[in-house]
């Protein structure tokens, strides 16, 4: 009877720790999401420029096509932002 007691406890000592480290794990992810945000962002920030300078000197079709991808990247992350953003606004009435 006794050791059934224990083995309770420690079933629900394990969830508990399973419970812990999966918000843990959800808190690091979320971090991690801004961080790559932030990296994408500047990253195609310096990207774009480059390319439009090859297309500049090129006049190649495939650096034109790229520069569309980069500013479609770039305002998909923009947009991304703004949600980010607006995430973190406290509830008010008519958003609860
Ligand atoms: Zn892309």
Not at 33 to 48: E, R
Not at 50 to 79: C, G, P, R, T
Request: with cysteine.
């Amino acid at each position: 009877m006794c050791s059934g007691v224990y083995h309770q406890l420690a079933i629900k000592e394990i969830v508990l720790w399973c419970l812990l480290h999966f918000f843990l794990l959800l808190i690091k992810l979320i971090v991690a999401a801004a961080k790559m945000f932030w990296t994408a962002l500047l990253s195609n920030s310096i990207v774009l420029p480059l390319k439009v300078a090859v297309w500049y000197h090129s006049h190649s079709h495939v650096i034109f096509a790229e520069i569309a991808h980069s500013d479609a990247d770039l305002m998909n992350q923009s947009l991304l932002g703004v949600g980010l953003h607006r995430s973190k606004k406290a509830p008010n009435a008519s958003h609860p």
